[in-house]
């Protein structure tokens, strides 16, 4: 986790232009990222393994729902699940560590896309393999890293840190990957967390809103470890996060820590799953 953390932040703090230029002068934004991430390790089609559900277009840039379903390959399981959307300030969007590698893994979480741009799910099996699955998210044009908060930030650090747990079904999916809602159950974490993104201004003094935002989500099941996720600044204001469970889960804590190292946790017993 601290090496994917330390990774993200790096990604995150190279400069715009720099990408920009980079880009234009032929060499993808994403070529960069894997590059930083993932060196010389070949990355293999996993668009057989990786499904992965994004709007064409987004409806809210500052808010939108993307999610992927995952299935590791006969005999193999899952270890971690990265998100990236190439052309946010921070790419690497969400990083999904499994504590106990899993046959499948679900997720799906509210979003900032700051503008048009690849997204990519990586996921790395036990075996070392790393499998690749891209989609494309077009947007509003809304510039969402840097729109205003939508909330008074005095007023959203009141309820920084909290969350709400809730457990349902988990969606359906076609071919190979339905089988993932047989045995498992979906985990909603809803988040109290203004999510700034260091982009955005204070519509009042105009000045820049300091960057504050999800850094660490500790996801544990029945007392033992389940996911540790690493945020970054393309998590939405008020992020809600959706992660697949095993069905005989019978409790869930969640921890929460941000940026400026506040943590709150959450418990909420599961009967009757």
Request: charged share 20%; glycine share 8%.
């Amino acid at each position: 986790m601290k090496r994917i953390a330390l990774v993200a932040s790096l990604l995150g703090a190279l400069p715009l232009g720099a990408l920009a230029t980079e880009t234009e002068t032929g060499t993808e934004t994403w070529d960069l990222i894997r590059d930083e991430l993932y060196d010389a390790r070949p990355l293999q089609d996993g668009s057989h393994l990786i499904a992965i559900d994004a709007p064409a277009r987004t409806f809210d840039d500052a808010r939108t729902v993307i999610a992927a379903h995952v299935v590791a390959p006969a005999g193999l399981q899952l270890g971690e699940v990265t998100l990236v959307l190439d052309e946010n300030p921070m790419p690497v969007s969400a990083v999904f560590a499994l504590d106990t590698p899993q046959d499948s893994f679900f997720f799906d979480v509210t979003m900032r896309v700051n503008g048009p741009t690849p997204l990519h799910v990586v996921a790395e099996t036990t075996d070392g393999r790393l499998w690749l699955a891209e989609s494309f998210v077009k947007t509003s044009g809304q510039g969402a890293c840097a729109a205003p908060p939508g909330t008074d930030p005095a007023v959203a650090l009141a309820t920084l840190g909290d969350m709400d747990l809730a457990v349902g079904d988990l969606p359906g999916a076609a071919g190979m990957l339905e089988r993932l809602s047989a045995r498992t159950r979906k985990l909603d974490v809803d988040i109290s967390h203004p999510s700034h993104s260091g982009m955005q201004m204070d519509q009042i003094s105009l000045l820049y809103i300091p960057m504050r935002y999800v850094e660490d989500l500790q996801v544990d099941l029945d007392g033992a470890g389940y996911v540790g996720v690493t945020g970054s600044i393309s998590l939405s204001e008020n992020p809600r996060m959706g992660l697949s469970v095993p069905a005989r889960t019978q409790s869930v804590d969640v921890t929460m820590t941000d940026t400026e190292g506040t943590v709150t946790r959450a418990h909420k017993r599961l009967a009757g799953f």
